[in-house]
């Protein structure tokens, strides 16, 4: 039972577009909620995370906007470039208990 | 930031021999470890979590006695895989956390048994 549940399955933009993969949750007592990127071969990378109490968080140009009476949580990613073609996986975890429960993952495929 | 090294990248070994992988922190104290296990396509599995110097928890449906974990020490965790078969092959990937640091991944072994 997947306890976080994740949207497009692949998706596939243009160079300089904006790629956009949401997630959503039942359990209200995740309390962090991290982006990872990762390459063919490699290990997941945090991309940056958010906790419930803020409804967005930028870092360059990556944007986590947080819906928390949806239960709901996305990824934008502005002015995508091939480099970010990747696997995306949401993920989230509750206090005290430090096990990631996470989404069934993206693959984003930017066309230059 | 936080560092997790994983070893080897990659192994091949035959049927019903041993594998071991091993998981370090090179700069921070990992309080808690996990191991993952990732099929081609698809998302992250957690196997176990550790902690060090207790034994892994395992999660249901992963046999404890086929994938044994060690947490000897605040910065290493290894994982054996014994009696491997065909079956056993994918990508298994550790990860730590410590005080004051979220999850760090390793860059993940590939196994294939042969």
């Known amino acids: 039972q997947q306890q976080v549940k994740q949207s497009p399955q692949s998706l596939i933009v243009q160079k300089g577009g904006i790629s956009i993969i949401n997630c959503a949750y039942e359990?209200?007592?995740?309390?962090?909620f991290p982006w990872y990127q990762q390459f063919p071969g490699k290990g997941p990378a945090l991309l940056i995370a958010?906790?419930?109490?803020?409804s967005e968080k930028k870092e360059g140009r990556f944007t986590i906007s947080f819906n928390k009476s949806a239960k709901q949580f996305s990824l934008h990613i502005m002015d995508s470039q091939p480099g970010d073609s990747a696997t995306y996986f949401c993920?989230?975890?509750?206090?005290?208990?430090?096990?990631?429960?996470f989404g069934a993952g993206t693959t984003v495929t930017v066309r230059a | 930031g936080a560092v997790v090294s994983q070893h080897p990248s990659w192994v091949i070994c035959k049927s019903g021999t041993s594998v071991k992988i091993e998981c370090r922190s090179l700069?921070?104290?990992?309080?808690?470890m996990f191991w993952y296990r990732q099929f081609p396509k698809q998302s992250l599995m957690l196997m176990a979590t550790?902690?060090?110097?207790?034994?892994?928890?395992?999660e249901q449906g992963v046999e404890k006695d086929k994938f044994l974990i060690n947490h000897a020490s605040l910065t290493l965790s290894t994982l054996t895989v014994t009696s491997a078969h065909p079956e056993d092959s994918s990508f298994y990937i550790c990860?730590?956390?410590?005080?004051?640091?979220?999850?760090?991944f390793g860059s993940g072994t590939r196994l294939t048994v042969v």
């Open positions: 990860s730590a956390t410590g005080a004051n640091y979220g999850y760090t």
């Open positions: 359990n209200t007592a995740f309390d962090y």
């Open positions: 958010i906790r419930p109490d803020v």
């Open positions: 993920a989230a975890s509750m206090k005290n208990d430090y096990k990631l429960s």
């Open positions: 700069d921070f104290q990992a309080t808690t």
């Open positions: 550790s902690n060090e110097g207790s034994k892994a928890t395992y």
